[in-house]
DNA sequence: GACTGTCTTGGACATTCGACCAAGTCGATT
DNA sequence: AATCGACTTGGTCGAATGTCCAAGACAGTC
């Protein structure tokens, strides 16, 4: 193989054992089966990561990059809150629906991260870092209307129902299969998060 | 080891998978782990299971018989809707906060199993289960009260919107460790329910 | 007491895994 | 052209894992 980068293999690496993951699972994301998928030799790897520990910790930075982006470019544009929360809550369905292997792997990596001593804080920041973006969701979602809103229940709280809601909504899915259904469920918590805005 | 039937020593061997996968992950649960956990040498497993995946599904079937017990034990008894609804609710998070080993365990095997080629039908099947007892749970609570009670979505909306706000919080929970927090957002949930439900 | 079917068990097997290394290659700098 | 640091790679190691087997032990039956 070419003379690359170090830092460049890296990335490749990292893009490599995503694409495993998604296709087979966490536990089948092998350095072998991540080298292969990579089309590089065994060697490599070792070369550019101390362990897989180490690549496995990027692994989940960068998702939870994607992800953090997805989220926070979708509150922004004008309209009334019951319309922007829509399409919020729209454009993560979408996502969901069209990328369900992503989503799966989310909920995989937090699991085996949280079992991985090496990888359990990790995990916590991963979990801290969605509920803080829900929060900052939420907050746009009031703080950029015209008129001056108000949430009935305290700010924690509903972002964090939003963050359980999605979660539970999209494993829904990815279990049963059915999309149809799942949105509904979702569309019930859309309606409720909008009643619970009133008018200061 | 004293001579048991075959039939007896799988039970044990179902009792310490168990055991070893709450306390240490299903990944942590070998064999070898396993027949550690019940005091037996390692022949005894293959005697009793054709392979590993065999006792995995009867692991997978006793835990969601588990649930699905103390589910519907709950929704029995008096009392208004609000008052039946609060009181199972309640129940299932005690159990939550009480037992988190358990609970992440359910979820890291349906996992697993959806990952497994031969267990993914047996995952399939869980999930029904759970939303055919969620189903029966609000039917119950509408069915058994006095009054004659409609809730103002459908049935296999709401079935699907509780399952999936569970599903949510619990993890929420199991992620976050914050109990009076996750509490907070299962109370939203169950007003949530409760509002739901107009009289006909 | 011989027989038969059920149960017991220590050891072995092939495979897979993460990790490591030594020898080699390349390219820029001096 | 000599040097040196960065990169490449095929092979190998020890540990762990699922599965299997052969030889024995035991209990009930004829």
């Not at 990292?14 to 495993?20: C, G, K, L, Q």
């Not at 926070?72 to 019951?82: F, H, K, R, T």
């Not at 909920?107 to 085996?112: D, K, N, R, S």
Request: charged share 25%.
């Amino acid at each position: 193989m070419n003379r690359i980068a170090a830092s460049e293999r890296r990335e490749r690496l990292v893009d490599a054992a995503i694409a495993v993951m998604v296709r087979d699972g966490v536990s089948a994301a092998t350095t072998r089966a991540i080298v292969a998928e990579a089309d590089m030799p065994l060697g490599s790897f070792h070369y550019c990561f101390r362990s897989k520990e180490e690549l496995l910790g990027e692994v989940i930075a960068v998702i939870t990059g994607h992800t953090l982006e997805r989220a926070l470019s979708e509150v922004a544009g004008g309209g009334a809150l019951e319309e922007r929360l829509c399409r919020a809550m729209r454009a993560y369905w979408q996502h969901v629906v069209d990328e369900p292997g992503e989503h799966r792997l989310t909920y995989e990596l937090t699991q085996y991260a949280a079992r991985q001593p090496g990888l359990a804080v990790v995990a916590e920041r991963q979990y801290e870092t969605y509920l803080a973006a829900n929060t900052r969701l939420i907050e746009a979602l009031t703080g950029d209307d015209g008129e001056r809103l108000e949430w009935s229940v305290p700010v924690p709280v509903l972002a964090r129902y939003v963050t359980a809601a999605l979660d539970g909504v999209t494993l829904l899915y990815l279990n049963e299969g059915n999309a149809t259904a799942a949105g509904e469920a979702l569309e019930l918590v859309a309606r409720h998060v909008a009643e619970l805005a009133g008018r200061a």
